[in-house]
């Protein structure tokens, strides 16, 4: 029951501050530091990652999404200490796996209504770009 309720806040919470996530080009305009910058980066890297392994079928091999989403999670939790210097890291690990948590939520609520609209998850979306920018790395 406890997570049940926690997966409907993160919903409710996603929903209500969704329409306030930017593509990482737009996101890096106003971002002047470049550790804050890879963060960014990188937690948005995972949680796409993330979002499409949880997904049903596709094109792509699941156990290299699988891969990579916790290569860009490990990426943004060792980014996250670098940026809060000596802070306490099981508290920075702890945030960032919530950040993960809600934003995986969020890109797949999105995957979902780009494929009943268009047959794919992000194809002609913002998210397309931030996929390919994740791609090269």
């Known amino acids: 029951m406890k997570k049940f309720i926690f997966i409907f806040l993160i919903f409710f919470f996603v929903n209500a501050n969704g329409s306030e ?4 080009e737009e996101s890096f305009k106003n971002i002047k530091n470049q550790g804050e910058k890879s963060l960014l980066l990188m ?3 995972s949680a796409i990652y993330g979002a499409l392994s949880a997904m049903p079928p596709v094109e792509l091999n699941i156990n290299e999404l699988e891969t990579r989403y916790k290569i860009f999670l490990q990426s943004a939790i060792n980014q996250a200490i670098d940026n809060k210097g000596s802070a306490d890291e099981e ?3 702890n945030d960032q796996l919530e950040i993960f948590k809600s934003s995986i ?3 797949i609520q999105i995957f ?4 009943k609209k268009n047959n794919s998850y992000f194809k002609d ?3 397309e770009n931030d ?3 994740c791609e090269k790395l």
């Open 125 to 127: 979306t913002w998210i």
């Open 21 to 24: 996530l930017k593509s990482l």
């Open 105 to 107: 939520i969020f890109f």
């Open 131 to 133: 996929y390919e920018m």
């Open 112 to 115: 979902q209504q780009n494929y």
């Open 91 to 93: 508290k920075t690990y």
């Open 43 to 45: 937690q948005r890297c």
